[in-house]
Nanobody, 118 residues
Framework: QVQLAESGGRLVQAGGSLRLSCTAS??????????MGWYRQAPGKQRELVAQ???????NYADSVKGRFAISRDNALNTVYLLMNSLKPEDTAVYYCNMHRAGYSDIWGQGTQVTVSS
């Protein structure tokens, strides 16, 4: 069974930067064949897509983070990253890692808290 573990979330001042990591582990990993994504959920709001990176093809980003966030992956390490620059208080949320592969159930991590103070 595949598990995702996020790390890197913490309290940061507005304008600062953070890098989140998400590593897949367990038997049956198909990381290199999967689309990886970062989602976030703020208190009282629905979970929303932040960024995705497919196994092949282009990345995509939510409009609210374009130009500030960058998603990348290292298939050799089964890890996906989210570099977040110019952070704003409205970026405060729990950030979740997602693994998607057509024909299989999505896998989610437990989340990591990012808090941006003004």
């Amino acid at each position: 069974q595949v598990q995702l573990a996020e790390s890197g979330g913490r309290l940061v001042q507005a304008g600062g930067s953070l890098r989140l990591s998400c590593t897949a582990s367990g038997s049956g990993i198909t990381f290199s064949l999967s689309k990886m994504g970062w989602y976030r959920q703020a208190p009282g709001k629905q979970r929303e897509l932040v960024a995705q990176i497919p196994n092949v093809g282009s990345t995509n980003y939510a409009d609210s983070v374009k130009g500030r966030f960058a998603i990348s992956r290292d298939n050799a390490l089964n890890t996906v990253y989210l570099l977040m620059n110019s952070l704003k208080p409205e970026d405060t949320a729990v950030y979740y890692c997602n693994m998607h592969r057509a024909g299989y159930s999505d896998i989610w991590g437990q989340g990591t808290q990012v808090t941006v103070s003004s």
